[in-house]
């Protein structure tokens, strides 16, 4: 889980990264210029996958097409659409701590669809507490921001249909291997992606520059050994035990996206509601 949690952490600077060798172009990170990358990041990620899974067409054979949509769709496309276009507006430093609210969107997703206990009281204390913690941050973000408000909505958004796309998931795993889900999943994606953002299609030459090609490789290879480990422990051990260990998620993300971007500094915003953050977390997973 620190595996995953130092990946998706790096992905925060790496995508801001993108935008500034756009920006000194004179490149706007606009939304088809954000679809594009995204495509060929997930298309690429996803290939990996399902070159390294060991029967990818015999198991797509055996699952409902229906199911392997629904969660390209709420893992990849929606979740994804809804990330870069929170770090276009604010800051990674605020992504990398509100990353964590998956963990909370599970707590009260999972009850009502996959019939597990609610929250007992003492939990919903600690979502109360998160939640608080979620405001504090937003409200004094720190430098760098941008527009902290739309962002924080967006990156909750984000999370909530990644918390999805596990449910969606556990009913994939009956029938596809964690590899071969996680692949088709990233490319169905990433096709979606590349479709929706064709406007971009003849900027191609222009965007990727040599450093962005190099940080997309990157970005892929963090989306197939991130999500590839990610789902492959969700088969072996309970959603709802995993996601008590997501706390790593923003403390890497946040301490990754401090050091690596330019111009971004945490304020006592990020400090104060990342602690109660991560004491939500932590104090969650206890509970359980």
């Known amino acids: 889980m620190l595996l995953c949690a130092l990946l998706w952490g790096s992905a925060f600077p790496a995508i801001k990264a993108i935008y500034a060798e756009w920006a000194e172009r004179g490149i706007e990170p ?6 594009m990358l995204a495509g060929v990041r997930f298309m690429l990620g996803g290939l990996v996958l399902l070159l390294l899974a060991r029967h990818p067409i015999r198991e797509l054979k055996q699952t409902s097409f229906g199911r392997l949509f629904a969660f390209a769709c709420a893992q ?12 276009a507006v604010s800051s990674a430093v605020l992504g990398g701590l509100l990353v964590g609210s998956g963990s909370i969107w599970w707590l009260l997703l999972a009850p009502l669809l996959l019939k597990t206990p609610w929250p007992s009281r003492r939990q919903w204390a600690f979502i109360a507490l998160g939640a608080v913690g979620v405001v504090f941050a937003v409200y004094k973000p720190g430098a760098g921001s941008g527009q902290p408000v739309l962002g924080g909505i967006l990156f909750c958004l984000c ?15 009956k029938t596809m291997g964690a590899k071969a889900a996680t692949g088709y999943g990233l490319f169905i994606g990433g096709c979606m992606f590349m479709l929706s953002g064709a406007t971009a299609w003849s900027e191609l030459a222009t965007l990727f520059t040599p450093k962005v090609m190099l940080l997309t490789a990157y970005l892929a290879f963090v989306s ?25 998620v923003p403390v890497c993300a946040v301490v990754e996206s401090s050091l690596l971007v330019s111009g971004e500094s ?20 206890r509970a359980r």
């Open 266 to 285: 945490p304020g006592i915003g990020i400090a104060v509601g990342g602690a109660m953050v991560i004491a939500a977390l932590v104090g969650l997973q």
């Open 30 to 35: 606009d939304m088809p210029n954000r679809l």
């Open 159 to 173: 999370t909530l249909s990644g918390s999805f796309g596990l449910i969606f998931l556990q009913k994939i795993l």
């Open 224 to 248: 197939a050994l991130g999500f590839g480990l990610w789902n492959h422990l969700t088969s072996l051990f309970p959603v709802n035990l995993l996601a008590g260990y997501r706390f790593l």
């Open 76 to 87: 990849t496309y929606v979740q994804y659409f809804l990330f870069y276009t929170a770090l």
